[in-house]
């Protein structure tokens, strides 16, 4: 369970930033759903690969399951998660012209 418990956090803050992105940016916008999706797979693989352990080393996460390790986790998933739904957005938008 502890090596699930970090992917779902991920998942879940990652939905949750691809959908704050969403209503921020109307134009870049894949609606509720695809926000939704994009953000929860950004979420997932940035937070794992790309943006997890450069947050986790700023804010000092130790991989111990304390607070700051959640926190590492909430942010590298919400900030990949955003990051995946604009560039979907971008793609789209393109795409559409």
Do not use: H, R, Y
């Amino acid at each position: 369970m502890e090596a699930l418990l970090p992917l779902i956090i991920q998942l879940i803050s990652g939905g949750a930033g691809g959908n704050i992105v969403g209503s921020l940016l109307k134009n870049l916008s894949l609606g509720p759903v695809g926000n939704t999706i994009a953000g929860a797979l950004g979420g997932a693989l940035g937070g794992n690969f790309a943006l997890g352990p450069i947050i986790g080393g700023l804010l000092g996460a130790t991989g111990a399951g304390d607070m700051t390790d959640i926190l590492a986790q909430v942010a590298s998933g919400g900030v990949s998660g955003g990051l995946l739904t604009v560039v979907l957005g971008l793609i789209k938008s393109m795409m559409s012209k």
